[in-house]
DNA sequence: CTGCCTGATCTTTTT
DNA sequence: GATCAGGCAG
């Protein structure tokens, strides 16, 4: 592809954006206004004007972004390989430049990273080091406020007008604990990736100089949703230069609630003086009135940057609305529809979604696709439970990457059963911390321990020098998959599921979980340029194997949370629940700024939809075990009425209104199969 | 260790 | 009302 032909291809607006490379640039890329092309194609064109590769860089959130991004402009760079941007998530790219640079702030080179799970057990230890049982304090709470003040969003409220509150208290406790332990255990957790390396381009101007040399070409994906530390990292590194393109939404900023900053997008233009902005309002997603829903959903903001979407395209159907009974009825009016549309316009179920507020509401909605046999996928949810072979051998892969990581240790040491009992484990603990060695040295070394019995002493032995010979062999073999499988042999690993599962179909899911992380490194190995146990496990915490498989296998009806499918579209849409207390949530009236939000959230639900939209609500909801009557959500008195159709008999329709619609929708079916990729 | 009971909680999630 | 974590007894 040619990237003439490419920009010739957009819009004005696209086009100005694309075209302006120097100085600070604000892109406002409404819903659907087809940002990830103005990104990819603005990345390919810097190239294209001879500017060196791997000077431009473009920054995202989530992998599946820089995944999509690599995957276009590699497209459009096609002959020239060897002119590339670095395309990378936050965390990847600090990743990288510690693995560099870590020395410098007296951390060791060969660093692991903990994720959360890892994270609540050290804090768990932690308070149980200190004899903290107050069981009215989570572990998760704690880690939360922790997790805050480090990436320094803790808002000034919660500090000074209510005080110091019972949890800011033991967290200001934990917080250094938790933070020596990590030092010594030679770890870092998804936090200090970002906030080790602002520290380390603030204390070493000269390191910082380079990478600024480096990237003379930043831009930022979903600027709405970065966080205080995030900002000052982008802000360091684009230094005087200021060759810095934000793109994002303001509208569609859902995730303040885990700190990101809505400031850093309004403020924009104050903070980069100079900054030109584009606003992209052309919609190709949606009928009119669906954006007409969404436009007059979302004026009613105030905190935010003045625009609205429109598109070339025809009108469509109004959006439907409908009163359920209660949540089972919603449920079943859902499905029934579903069912229908597809029967009568022959669409494939992946064309359809239902969008709600909170996981939880799911389940009636599963339920009811199930009785009629519809194929449906789950997006979200706390799936990621039922994974403890991979963390039972993660732990394993961990110990022998970091001979420092006692967590790891602890974990792998007794899975399987090894015979080292509490009392056991004790002794090493002591031991190591009173000649200030690892515990892994401390296993070594348990034949010195007075008091420890033969048997441990040897188990403990035996488990050091495993670790050390596959230390050993993971270093000089180019086969880690072949060794890895060797290991898990070893240690019987398999025996082990076959004894903790009784049901042979859930063993033998276990067993197949086992095999597909052992493939994931052989996997691993065969593709990366230089691959390592370090370089596995990098990979193994930022991004998930696991889900990203589901994500492929995804089949039929999706239900998905509002949060979850913002950047997805389909051709018809469901919202369900849109009643008080839930879309706003009741927890967000009280809270400054969050019914802003709330609202954003719906906005963004609207935007999914593509060709047909329907937002349900019911007379009557069970909540906790009660039944008691819903009120429709204040946001549904914001959609202009004239794009409204009810469908449950509150309002008379026209007649020739509604052969309209239909026939607006039938002559869209072409339309809706072909377009499921837009751009 | 396992399984049962009790009581607390009931938004959203990525890396 | 359902679920899950933590406590406690066996």
Redesign the pocket.
């Known amino acids: 592809m040619d990237i003439n032909r490419e920009i010739a291809r957009l819009n004005t607006r696209q086009k100005e954006a694309v075209m302006h490379t120097e100085g600070p640039l604000l892109v406002l890329a409404g819903a659907g206004s087809g940002k990830t092309r103005v990104i990819t194609t603005r990345a390919a064109y810097l190239l294209h004007t001879g500017i060196q590769s791997g000077s431009v860089l473009a920054v995202t959130?989530?992998?599946?972004a820089a995944r999509e991004m690599k995957k276009r402009v590699l497209s459009m760079l096609n002959g020239k390989k060897n002119r590339r941007p670095v395309i990378s998530?936050?965390?990847?790219l600090c990743l990288n430049i510690l693995r560099r640079e870590i020395e410098h702030l007296g951390y060791r080179k060969d660093f692991t990273i903990y994720?959360?799970s890892e994270q609540l057990s050290l804090l768990r230890s932690i308070l149980n080091d200190i004899k903290f049982?107050d069981?009215?304090f989570?572990?998760e709470s704690v880690l939360d406020r922790i997790s805050r003040s480090k990436n320094n969003i803790i808002p000034l409220s919660d500090k000074e007008s209510s005080g110091q509150d019972d949890l800011g208290i033991i967290s200001d406790v934990v917080y250094p604990k938790y933070h020596e332990a990590l030092k010594t255990l030679n770890v870092l957790d998804?936090?200090d990736l970002l906030l080790l390396t602002l520290k380390l381009f603030r204390e070493h101007p000269a390191i910082l100089e380079n990478y600024m040399e480096r990237f003379r070409y930043i831009m930022v994906d979903e600027y709405q949703d970065t966080n205080r530390v995030q900002y000052d990292f982008i802000k360091l590194l684009a230094g005087e230069r200021k060759n810095l393109c934000v793109v994002g939404d303001d509208d569609q900023s859902?995730?303040g609630?885990?700190g990101a900053n809505l400031g850093n997008i309004l403020d924009f233009e104050k903070d980069f003086s100079g900054t030109v902005v584009v606003r992209l309002e052309q919609n190709y997603r949606s009928f009119g009135h669906i954006l007409q829903a969404a436009n007059g959903v979302i004026k009613n903001n105030k905190k935010r940057m003045d625009k609205s979407l429109w598109t070339a395209g025809g009108a469509g159907p109004r959006v439907n609305i409908f009163k359920a009974v209660d949540g089972d009825d919603e449920a079943r009016w859902v499905i029934d529809r579903i069912s229908l549309i597809q029967y009568e316009k022959r669409i494939s179920y992946e064309a359809f979604a239902i969008i709600y507020?909170?996981?939880?509401f799911s389940r009636p909605f599963e339920e009811a696709l199930r009785r009629k046999r519809i194929p449906y996928s789950v997006?979200?949810?706390?799936s990621y439970?039922d994974r403890k072979e991979i963390k039972d051998l993660a732990a394993y892969l961990k110990i022998i990457a970091n001979s420092r990581d006692d967590l790891s240790l602890l974990r792998a040491a007794?899975t399987p059963?090894r015979g080292l009992g509490h009392s056991a484990i004790r002794k090493l603990a002591d031991f190591a911390q009173d000649n200030s060695i690892s515990l892994l040295e401390a296993f070594m070394r348990a034949g010195e321990i007075t008091g420890l019995g033969t048997r441990a002493s040897g188990s403990a032995i035996e488990f050091a020098g495993l670790i050390s010979r596959y230390s050993d062999l993971f270093m000089k073999n180019r086969e880690m998959g072949k060794v890895f499988r060797s290991l898990t042999e070893e240690i019987n690993y398999r025996d082990y599921i076959y004894e903790?599962y009784k049901t042979p179909e859930a063993a033998v899911r276990r067993v197949e979980n086992l095999e597909g992380f052992i493939d994931s490194l052989s996997h691993y190995e065969t593709e990366g340029k230089s691959p390592s146990l370090h370089g596995f496990l990098e990979t193994l915490?930022?991004?998930?194997l696991l889900?990203e498989k589901e994500e492929k296998t995804g089949r039929g009806v999706t239900l998905i949370?509002?949060?979850?499918s913002k950047g997805l579209e389909f051709p018809v849409v469901f919202i369900a629940g849109v009643e008080e207390d839930i879309l706003p949530?009741?927890?967000?009236m009280y809270?400054d700024g969050?019914v802003e939000e709330e609202r954003r959230?719906f906005y963004v639900g609207i935007t999914r939809a593509m060709k047909e939209l329907y937002i349900t609500y019911t007379d009557h909801r069970?909540k906790?075990?009660?039944n008691a009557p819903a009120t429709p959500s204040r946001f549904l008195d914001e959609i202009p009425d004239e794009v409204i159709k009810r469908l449950d008999g509150t309002e008379k329709t026209d007649p020739k209104q509604d052969e309209k619609d239909a026939n607006d929708f039938f002559a869209n079916i072409q339309a809706m199969l072909g377009s499921r990729n837009k751009n």
């Open positions: 959130f989530t992998n599946k998530t936050f965390h990847s994720d959360t049982h069981k009215s989570k572990v998804f936090d859902i995730y609630w885990r507020r909170a996981n939880i997006v979200g949810g706390t439970f007794n059963r903790l915490a930022l991004t998930d889900k949370s509002f949060h979850s949530h009741k927890k967000s809270l969050a959230l069970v906790y075990g009660k």
